[in-house]
């Protein structure tokens, strides 16, 4: 921070060396809540709208399910979660049992469609067969503010 530089391009390829990951973006909260406000600001015009998916997993009575449940579902839920969302969609760890992810589309029917993929999904890999990945989906710009929910 104490360095001046004037090459534009130096600071271009210092952004750009870490090798980028494959899959969705994983991030901490507090980064995940400075990215929702920079949608915010970046979609209000361009007729997309941000989507807030919350992925839950419960046991089948509907309660947090114990610890030691959790700790491997929760891996295999990221994973998942990596490699079913586009590589722009963002998402992070929200409590012990629920993830939350950002996505960008274009519209209602798009967003059912993830919901209905990453439930299918979550059903085809038996993740766990004494948990149930509850989710939702809601727009948070745009016109409408319809949930999805499976």
């Known amino acids: ?3 001046v530089e004037l090459d534009v391009h130096k600071i271009m390829v210092d952004l750009t060396s ?9 991030c901490e909260y507090s980064v995940f809540q400075r990215i929702y406000q920079l949608l915010q600001r970046t979609v209000e015009r361009s007729g997309n709208k941000v989507y807030v998916a919350l992925l839950t997993l419960a046991d089948f009575n509907g309660s947090v399910p114990r610890l030691h449940q959790l700790n491997e579902s929760m891996a295999q839920v ?3 979660l990596k490699h079913s969302l586009r590589k722009e969609d963002i998402y992070c760890k929200y409590s012990k049992s629920q993830w939350v992810a950002l996505l960008v589309l274009p519209d209602d029917d798009v967003s059912q469609a993830v919901v209905t ?10 993740i766990s067969k004494q948990l149930k990945l509850h989710i939702t989906m809601k727009s948070v710009l745009g016109k409408d503010n319809n949930m999805s929910n499976l």
């Open 18 to 26: 870490q090798k980028e990951e494959d899959g969705a973006f994983y």
């Open 1 to 3: 921070l104490n360095y």
């Open 78 to 80: 990221q994973n998942l």
């Open 117 to 126: 993929r990453l439930d299918s999904r979550y059903r085809s890999l038996m």
